[in-house]
């Protein structure tokens, strides 16, 4: 394939072009294609027709006329029938009070073909399923296929998954927050659609349910989409354990049960139990890091509202489990004697000895509850049910007990009910235990030094902690992490910032010793570049109790203790930094007396465990797409290099986002692009903004989305995904090389280029994001216009408002370009690697994704907000230029104009709905134009930061 002349002609005949050229030339839709998504587009048009009826009825006649036309007018764009000033001008005379229904419209419309997407997705796969097809990558059927192909044996795969994990992070990262009320629609409709394709129905039927459907619309388009007020911690609490009864009380027992089924049937003698593979973690509440909200009471409130969903569940299950297990002594064969002596009652006075038996765990669990929770969480019933019973010490008590009545259930040959709701709670404590999900601290090292700094020098022990190197740094810390003696006391006079620190890491104590170890099990050192800035976090654990030395001085720690390794730099001393930590004898006795699995605490003599944690969204803000993808990569593998060679387990924590400039992408293929080595049966990751929503938000997306994460932990552990063979050497220089030319590539842009920072905050809404009521954390670490202290949500977020998606690929392009030359064994090579080596393909699909998703004619209009016109053309010349070429570059070495060509899914949605962003991107740049003109008013605020809600949820993982 020839080069692309349009990447190498003049860069003003490049720009025009660009700005010409709808992106719909590169997303390639056949006959057969069209075909498949028909179903699709029926679905979307019936309830978009719902919604115009809505509208009409309730918005005006006018408002309708200006939604319809807007929709006519976007694809008519598309098919180059008008131009975008056609559309555009229909928005500059109306009021924003006008303007607003029209947003809403199309926000509304954005949700509902969110909906019918994940339908026509679960519709696909039932047709598949039900003809007998194969099983397809990412399900746990083709798993095991490809598992039983490699004739593992027991002890190998025992081995491999002794400490098996998937623990999926859940942040307070929201560039979507959805309302309560617009998520219980939006599953409703969900529900109503489904029956209306799978159930057959009258017509008097059909037309009821039609109006049901059209009500939950009602609902939606009287819902506000976007709060008045900012979200608080509190929210963004409540918001995810909504998830909790919405999808994983279900899902994540059955999933867990299923998978430790089939590997004990295919691996009997693997020793796997008791392996339950999924756990969940969480941020909300312990993540400081720039946040100045999240205090000790924050801490407090957010582990116990862990717990009281945890164990409400289990109590409610309990009572629909004595409803059902009703058998009668006189008409089951003979009770077993465990469950006699479970119940308390006499034998001839008690003809329902389950239900006795059930009672006796349900006052244990209350008992249990109003010591660790209080009375405010129990109804009077529940506390009449106590009457003396003993708590349970721990999880493992509950669990005994319903052990007992499941053995006697399968006693009277009742496996069937015994394996039901019996199981599933039973599988549900051994995941969620009391505390539900671990909450997860971080903080950044520039806070931990100035505490530390403060608390020696309140203790008398270093008068000026900062003014001294790393050696010393690390002896001094070293000295008082082997010291029973604390730095403070209850009289101890400090800053306000020691004193919340410290308030912090004591309410985690705490909630360690209500719940669990299991309830704080990691503390995160954000931008972590050095042995002392991991000590230093351990300084504060120590005062909180939560790390202390045994009678021999032996070092313990219930809480793991994870650098997070973000800027390309970093990543690249990680291993160094690792590798002399283990070098200090105390922290290596620490490593070596953890436990390796998920549930620190333990001390059971295994190899020790070392968590990591990878920052995907300040590599790229650092570096560029392709240099921090790299970058992470080079990391992973140094990383297992010095585990292996210290002889510890290693854990890798990912800091993925939504987006591809934060990480995201397909999980199953970011899984499966990890070296080899890096997953060892263990993978924990965040999931973060409007990613939560569309994976969990119903059981049958969180199953599917739980099983991918499964499926590509199983394979990369177990078998080899790489690839490259004896390759690889050659291949990772190669990556060296182009990663190195891409980092230059955007660095000319980004940290050098005067005017940048300029041309970004002006060309974008940055600003107006800060006001967007989507989060309680502020926008900047600190009160600067660097780039560097930006946080990644608002970089990604505010590149993907005006459709431009820089991190997801700028300076690729120039790398292959440069690096390929005119040699076509170069381009042969780099085609190779895009076919069998999982990493490449990855790179190179998910920034296909991303300029599937980029418009260089709306960004056009976005750089027309730059009021420097010279600074506007300079830079927008710049990106146009880098986005053709990246598009050229893309073609050659996949050999196809199609950039989706290996996601269907993402093909269907842009090619049937991204025709209605067009709406929602111009009525934006209108009002920026007038907001910054000095329109500025509350309604104008609100009408901006509802485009961007409509947006971030039309694209779907933009931030």
Not at 165 to 175: F, K, L, Y
Not at 381 to 409: F, I, R
Not at 932 to 937: F, I, M, V, Y
């Amino acid at each position: 394939m020839q080069p692309d002349s349009r990447a190498s002609a003049d860069p003003a005949d490049v720009v025009a072009r660009a700005v010409s050229t709808p992106m719909i030339e590169h997303i390639l839709v056949d006959d057969t294609g069209r075909a498949a998504t028909e179903p699709l587009r029926e679905d979307i048009r019936f309830l978009g027709g719902l919604l115009g009826e809505v509208i009409k009825a309730h918005a005006g006649p006018e408002t309708f006329a200006l939604v319809e036309n807007s929709r006519r007018d976007a694809f008519a764009i598309r098919y180059s029938e008008i131009t975008r000033d056609d559309l555009a001008g229909r928005y500059t005379a109306p009021s924003v009070r006008e303007l607003m229904p029209v947003i809403r419209a199309f926000s509304n419309f954005a949700l509902l073909a969110n909906l019918a997407e994940d339908l026509h997705r679960e519709r696909r796969r039932r047709i598949h399923l039900r003809a007998g097809d194969p099983p397809v990558p990412s399900s746990l059927e083709a798993t095991f296929t490809a598992l039983a192909g490699a004739q593992l044996a027991d002890g190998e795969v025992g081995a491999s998954l002794a400490h098996a994990a998937v623990v999926p992070v859940i942040t307070a990262h929201p560039t979507e927050t959805r309302r309560r009320s617009v998520f219980e629609a939006q599953n409703r409709i969900t529900e109503l659609m489904r029956t209306r394709a799978r159930t057959e129905l009258t017509p008097a039927e059909q037309q009821g349910l039609d109006r049901e459907i059209s009500e939950q619309i009602l609902r939606l388009w009287q819902t506000a989409l976007i709060r008045l007020r900012r979200l608080t911690i509190s929210d963004e609490i409540t918001t995810g354990l909504r998830y909790y009864d919405a999808s994983f009380f279900q899902v994540i027992p059955n999933l867990n049960r299923d998978v430790r089924a089939a590997l004990t049937g295919a691996y009997p003698g693997s020793g796997l139990e008791d392996l339950s593979m999924i756990r969940m973690g969480s941020w909300i509440g312990g993540d400081r890091d720039g946040n100045p909200y999240v205090t000790g009471a924050v801490v407090t409130e957010a582990t116990t509202a862990a717990a009281v969903t945890a164990m409400r569940h289990h109590l409610d299950e309990l009572t629909l489990l004595r409803q059902e297990l009703a058998m009668s002594a006189r008409l089951v064969p003979p009770i077993t004697e465990g469950l006699r002596a479970l119940s308390g009652a006499v034998p001839e006075d008690d003809d329902e000895p389950f239900r006795s038996a059930l009672r006796t765990v349900q006052a244990r669990l209350v008992a249990t509850m109003l010591e660790l929770l209080g009375p405010e969480y129990l109804s009077a019933t529940e506390m009449s049910w106590v009457q003396g019973h003993p708590v349970y010490a721990d999880p493992a008590e509950l669990l005994a007990d319903l052990d007992t009545v499941d053995g006697a259930l399968r006693a009277v040959v009742d496996d069937v009910i015994a394996d039901n709701r019996l199981g599933a709670l039973r599988e549900a404590v051994r995941t969620f235990g009391f505390h539900l999900s671990g909450l997860d601290m971080r903080q950044n090292s520039e806070t931990h030094e100035e505490v530390v700094s403060e608390l020696l020098r309140w203790a008398g022990v270093c008068d000026d902690y900062t003014a001294l190197g790393e050696a010393d740094r690390v002896a001094l810390l070293s000295a008082e992490l082997t010291s029973r003696r604390p730095l403070t006391g209850p009289d101890s006079e400090l800053s306000d910032l020691a004193v919340k620190e410290l308030g912090v890491v004591r309410a985690a104590a705490q909630a360690v010793r209500r719940f669990g170890p299991e309830a704080v099990p990691t503390y995160i050192i954000s931008m972590c570049q050095s042995v002392s800035d991991m000590l230093e976090a351990m300084i504060l654990l120590k005062e909180a109790g939560l790390y202390e030395l045994d009678g021999d001085g032996m070092p313990s720690c219930t809480v793991r203790v994870a650098p997070l390794f973000e800027t390309i730099e970093d990543l690249q001393a990680g291993a160094g930094i690792i590798t002399a930590a283990l070098e200090l004898p105390f922290y290596r006795a620490m490593i070596d007396g953890s436990d390796s699995d998920c549930a620190p605490g333990s001390r059971r003599g295994q190899q020790g465990a070392q968590e990591v944690m990878l920052g995907y969204s300040d590599s790229n803000k650092d570096g560029g797409y392709l240099a921090a993808n790299w970058a992470l990569y080079r990391a992973e593998l140094d990383l297992v290099a010095a585990a292996k060679e210290a002889g510890i387990t290693l854990r890798l924590f990912h800091g993925r986002g939504g987006t591809v400039g934060r990480g995201g992408g397909p999980s199953y293929d970011a899984i499966l692009a990890q070296p080899p080595g890096a997953v060892q049966g263990a993978l924990r990751l965040t999931e973060q903004g409007e990613i939560i929503a569309a994976k969990y938000a119903e059981p049958v997306g969180a199953r599917r989305n739980l099983e991918t994460l499964l499926a590509a932990t199983l394979e990369s552990t177990l078998l080899d995904t790489e690839g490259l063979g004896d390759d690889s050497q050659e291949a990772y220089a190669v990556l060296d090389e182009l990663a190195a030319l891409a980092r230059e590539a955007y660095s000319e842009l980004v940290h050098r280029t005067p005017g940048f920072v300029e041309y970004f905050t002006d060309s974008t809404p940055l600003s107006e994001i800060g006001a967007l009521n989507i989060g309680s954390r502020p926008t900047s670490r600190k009160q600067t216009t660097a780039i560097s202290d930006l946080r990644a949500i608002p970089w990604v977020l505010s590149w993907t408002q005006c459709r431009v998606m820089l991190p997801g690929w700028y300076g690729t392009g120039s790398a292959f370009a440069q690096w390929i030359g005119d040699d076509p064994d170069r381009l042969a090579l780099l085609s190779d690697y895009y076919r069998r080596w999982p990493f490449f393909r990855s790179v190179m699909s998910n920034m296909a994704q991303v300029l599937a998703k980029s418009d260089m004619g709306l960004a056009a209009r976005y750089a027309e907000l730059v009021p420097d016109a010279a600074l506007r053309e300079r830079v927008f010349t710049m990106i146009a230029v880098e986005h053709a070429r990246t598009l050229d570059m893309y073609r050659r070495i996949a050999g196809t104009d199609d950039l989706l060509a290996d996601n269907d899914a993402l093909k269907r949605s842009v090619h049937n709905r991204f025709p209605y962003l067009e709406p929602l991107n111009l009525m934006q740049i209108e009002l920026l134009k007038r907001f910054r003109g000095g329109e500025d008013t509350g309604e104008i605020r609100r009408a901006i930061q509802l485009t961007m809600n409509g947006l971030a949820t039309a694209l779907r993982n933009s931030g």
